[in-house]
Each structure stands twice: as structure tokens, then as C-alpha cells.
């Protein structure tokens, strides 16, 4: 069992790393493994709804690791999108990287949990988490929750342990991600299938 951590900090050591190695360490005292990558080191091209992805079952761009990280979803049973808060709002890199990821490979995120995470000095958390956590609502994923919102204040890397409770909110997500995951795999072993999804009907409002 598998959990990917996508960190959307340009950062790669800074704190919104400290919350995922939190989180990751927790899943692994679960038995389960985690792997964090680093998405916010290089540049990734924003989506084109160009729909290119439903006809090659990838994105037609390929000089980034989009495509890459689609495959490895498929293997995974879990993930986490964590991202620091800048202008009250995601970083621009890790939502550009989750609107490819869903619209090219959303069958390999469907049905498995996700957790958003975001890091602040401040404010703007809320409002991240809500734009983060869109993604999974709209893919049928079960949202990971838990003892508070799924944030960590951090003033600067320097004093990223400062968020006591912080640190404890990421190892609680750690746990309950676990424990779904656990539960998930068991309820397949005892035969409970994924529910059939309907797409028959598609309301259009512009009349």
C-alpha cells in the first residue's frame, strides 16, 4: 500500500515539506508506504482544455512529468496535495499539475482517498483548501479529514516546528488516511465492488 505526497512548494526543504515528512512518517508507522514529490522546483504547463487526453489517454504534453505521475497514480491507494499559501490561494505550479493530472488520468485517482494540505504564515488557508479539495469532490474520492482543518502556520522554515498542533493535525491525517486505506482494501478482499458511476446526463445551462 501506497500514498503519493505532491508538494506544490517551490521549496524543496521548506514547510510545507515539514508537514508532509510529518504525515509520511505517520502513514509509515501504519505500514503504509509514502512518497513525496516535488512538484513546485520546475515549471509545469497549465491545462489548454484542448480534450487531446480523452482521444491518447494522456496529455499531449510531454516535456514536463504530468504524464509520468498519471502512471504512478494508478499504483497508488492514497494521495496528498499539499501546498504553502502565498496570495490566499494555492501555488499556481500545484494546481496546474492537478488539473492535467485529473482531466488526462482521472480513472486513476477515482475511489481512493485524498487529503489537501496547505501551509501559511496567516490567512488564506480556507480558501486553498477549498480550491485543493475541488479536485477530489468532483473524481469520487473519499476527502481525508481531521482533529482540525488540514493546515499547519509557519512563519518561516527556520520555526516550522513552532505549529505544535499544526504537526499534530498532518499526523492525525496520516492516521485516518491509514485506516481508510486499510479499510478500502478489505472491504475489496470481502468482495465489495466500486459503485457504477452514471454519465448519461449532462445538464447545459447556456440556452
Not at 505517520?26 to 508506504?33: H, P, Q
Not at 509545469?44 to 509520468?68: L, P, Q
Not at 504537526?167 to 478489505?186: D, F, H, S
Request: glycine fraction near 8%; proline fraction near 4%; include cysteine.
Amino acid at each position: 500500500m501506497k500514498v503519493l505526497l505532491f508538494n506544490g512548494s517551490p521549496n524543496r526543504n521548506g514547510c510545507t515539506n515539514r508537514a508532509l515528512e510529518e504525515i509520511k512518517s505517520s502513514l509509515e508507522k501504519e505500514g503504509i508506504e509514502g512518497e513525496i514529490i516535488q512538484l513546485g522546483a520546475k515549471p509545469i504547463r497549465d491545462c489548454i482544455g484542448c480534450r487531446k487526453c480523452r482521444e491518447k489517454e494522456m496529455c499531449i504534453f510531454s516535456d514536463d512529468e504530468i504524464n509520468n505521475y498519471v502512471e504512478k497514480a494508478k499504483e497508488a491507494d492514497g494521495f496528498v496535495f499539499a501546498s504553502p499559501v502565498y496570495f490566499a490561494h494555492p501555488t499556481g505550479v500545484l494546481l496546474s499539475a492537478m488539473d492535467r493530472m485529473f482531466f488526462s488520468g482521472g480513472m486513476n485517482f477515482a475511489h481512493k482517498p485524498a487529503a489537501a494540505v496547505v501551509t501559511a504564515r496567516r490567512a488564506g488557508t480556507t480558501a486553498s483548501l477549498d480550491a485543493i479539495t475541488k479536485h477530489f469532490t468532483i473524481s469520487e474520492m473519499p476527502v481525508v479529514s481531521s482533529t482540525y482543518w488540514n493546515m499547519v502556520f509557519m512563519p518561516n522554515q527556520d520555526k516550522s516546528s513552532i505549529d505544535a498542533e499544526g504537526l499534530q493535525t498532518m499526523r492525525n491525517i496520516g492516521k485516518n488516511m491509514a485506516w481508510l486505506i486499510k479499510c478500502i482494501n478489505e472491504g475489496k478482499k470481502n468482495g465489495i465492488v466500486i459503485p457504477e458511476t452514471e454519465h448519461a446526463i449532462m445538464t447545459n445551462f447556456n440556452k
